[in-house]
């Protein structure tokens, strides 16, 4: 799939405000903070749209970002972030679960980041019972890939895809060295149309 257009077209903070049109679907982009959510938009996108930082917590706000103006990226705040007050953790787990409740019906596929240097935590875990409880398609990016030596990369590949099994895709992935990301898009591109 070529990106050819990028544009962010709706920032929601609170549950007053409204989606935008539905398009052809959309394809999510969640994880706890700092796993490179934002990082892997505007990997995928090649543009630098998405605000990311070393620090977690960067993103607070539901993005709807249209690509090629058919379908939509949108990139959610991170979850499992202590530093924040419990106000604006509040805060973020509403906006989270109202969007997935608000539109899960043109949910095309969730990416589920993790980071591939360590097993899965409990937060993620209980984001997939949810996932699955609601019935929503998801798959597994194992992020920061660039960061293993070949050996536990291998390791933590095998370990994922054993969690996983047969059901679920499972995509080792790094910005810096894009590996993964032809794979990412030829997923949005079976079941988004180019
Ligand atoms: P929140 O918005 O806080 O939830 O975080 P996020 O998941 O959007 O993470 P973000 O994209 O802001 O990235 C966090 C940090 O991880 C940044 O410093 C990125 O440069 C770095 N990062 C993201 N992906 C990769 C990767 O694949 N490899 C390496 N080495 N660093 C990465
Ligand atoms: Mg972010």
Redesign the pocket.
């Known amino acids: 799939m070529k990106i050819k257009s990028v544009e962010l077209v709706k920032t929601i903070y609170s549950k007053k405000e409204r989606y935008p049109e539905p398009l052809n679907g959309e394809f999510v982009f969640v994880?706890?903070?700092?796993?490179?959510?934002?990082?892997?938009l505007n990997t995928l996108t090649e543009r630098n749209i998405?605000?990311?930082?070393?620090k977690?917590?960067?993103?607070a706000s539901v993005n709807f970002y249209k690509i090629n103006d058919l379908l939509y990226f949108v990139?959610l705040?991170?979850y499992g972030?202590a530093k924040v007050s419990e106000k604006e953790r509040l805060r973020w787990k509403q906006i989270i679960e109202f969007y997935f409740e608000s539109r899960f019906w043109n949910i095309k596929m969730i990416f589920l980041?993790v980071d591939g240097r360590h097993e899965l935590q409990k937060n993620d875990e209980m984001m997939i019972d949810w996932l699955k409880e609601m019935d929503l398609p998801f798959s597994i990016v194992l992020?920061?890939?660039?960061?293993l030596k070949m050996s536990e990369k291998s390791k933590m590949i095998r370990y994922y895809r054993n969690l996983f099994g047969e059901n679920y895709i499972v995509i080792p992935?790094?910005?810096?060295t894009k590996e993964g990301v032809s794979e990412i898009l030829k997923l949005v591109e079976d079941l988004g149309g180019a």
Not at 31 to 40: A, D, I, P
Not at 143 to 147: L, M, R
């Open positions: 994880g706890r903070s700092n796993v490179g959510k934002s990082t892997l998405a605000k990311t930082s070393k977690p917590g960067k993103t990139d705040p991170g972030f980041l992020t920061k890939i660039d960061k992935y790094s910005a810096v």
